[in-house]
C-alpha cells in the first residue's frame, strides 16, 4: 500500500493557491472541531511551505472564521534550539501565526528544543496525554515534505514506525538539514489524527512526491509513506510543479 491509497491528492495551480486551500481546509477542520467537541486540537508543520498559508489565516477574512480561543496548537515537530532561535519551528509559527492572532500563551504547546532531547521527548508526551488523554487524538496535522521524502522530523535510513507505542521521539537530521537534532511526533500520534494535511510546492520534489504516492511502498527511504490514518483522511496538496510526475496529473 502506498500513502495515496489511502489518501486525496489535491493538485493547485501555484503555491498561492496552495496556500489559500491550506487556509480553507484549516477553517473547515476548525469549525467542524469547535462544533462537535468545543475546541480544535491542531499540530503545525514546520519548514517554508505553510508560512504562507498561516499568514492567510492570520489576515482578512480567514482571522474572522475561526474562534481563535477555542484553538488548541501544538506541533509536529521542532529542531533543538531556543524558542527564539530563527531555525525554531515555534518562532516561525509565532511570527506568522500566533502572535498576529494574539493566541494566548496557554493555548500554544511547543515542543522544548532549549532542554536536553530526551527530557523534551518525555515532557511533550506529559503535554499530549494531559490536553488529548492516553491515546492523543489530533483534530488536524499539518504537514511537509522535505526533497528526501522525510515529513516531520522522521528521516530516511531507519523504519519511521518502531513498533512502540511512544508518542513523540528524538531523532537526527542528515548533515544537509538545518540543525540535526530534531524532536517529532511519532507516525504513532500522526497517524491517530482525524486529519491530516500534508503541503508539497516546487519542482524540485516533484520526483519524491511521485516516490511517495506512485512508488513501492519503502517507507524506511521515504518516511512521508508511513502517513496513513488509521481512522482519518489524508489529503495531499501539491503545486503544479511538485505533481508533475504523478501518473494522474
Ligand atoms: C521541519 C519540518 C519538515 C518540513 C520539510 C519541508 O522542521 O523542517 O517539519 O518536515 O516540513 O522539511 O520543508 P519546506 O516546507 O521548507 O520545504
Known sequence: ?????????????????????????????????????????VALAGGSTPKAGYALLASPPYRSLIQWPRVHFFFGDERCVPPDHPDSNYRSARETLLAPLEI?????????????????????????????GPLPILDLILLGMGADGHTASLFPGAPPDDGAQTLVRATVAPPDLAVRNRLTLTPYTINAARKIIIAVTGAAKAKILAQAIDGPYDPTSCPVQIVAPTNGRCTWLADREAAALLRNS
Open 1 to 41: 500500500m502506498t500513502a495515496a491509497k489511502s489518501a486525496d491528492v489535491v493538485a493547485l495551480d501555484d503555491p498561492r493557491d496552495l496556500s489559500r486551500t491550506l487556509a480553507e481546509s484549516f477553517c473547515i477542520s476548525a469549525n467542524n472541531a469547535i462544533t462537535a467537541r468545543g475546541t480544535f486540537n
Open 104 to 132: 494566548a500563551d496557554a493555548n500554544v504547546f511547543a515542543m522544548r528544543g532549549e532542554i536536553d532531547p530526551s527530557t523534551a521527548v518525555a515532557a511533550y508526551e506529559q503535554i499530549l496525554t494531559r490536553e488529548l
